[in-house]
């Protein structure tokens, strides 16, 4: 039996480096890629809880003289915006919301990046205010 004319079936090691060089290649090019469309989404989760309380802040305003100056588990309406508060439940891991400068005609709405968005340096904070003017640049929208 002649050794030379046996066929060997498999890979050599050079060529699962090759493919393993393409891999971490590939996969160094989509991760960031990935993250950043991660922390978009997020975005847009944190702009819908902002909507909501928003309406929630409208509809609360509705009966009491004042903008809810705190976030509860009930509309709470008090001698002033401080005393008010809002019933809004958003229960994101990614944000913290607050009301920031509550009057009888005026307030603004604040998310705060938290944990794992907390990361995102572009959009730290994203604010809404009650005409609809939103922050804190158009890139976070």
Known sequence: M???NVKQKGITLLELMIVVAII??????AYPSYQNS?????RAEAHTSLFALQLAMEK????????AGAIGTSNT?????ALSSVNFSDGSDYYNF??????????????TATGAQASDSDCPTITLTRDGTQGPSTACW
């Open 24 to 29: 971490g290649i590939l996969a160094g090019i």
């Open 77 to 81: 309406c008090g001698s002033s915006a």
């Open 60 to 67: 609360a305003r509705g009966n009491c003289k004042y903008y």
């Open 98 to 111: 607050s009301v920031t400068s509550p009057t009888s005609s005026d307030y603004t709405l604040v998310a």
């Open 2 to 4: 002649n050794i030379n």
């Open 38 to 42: 991660v922390m978009q989404s997020r």
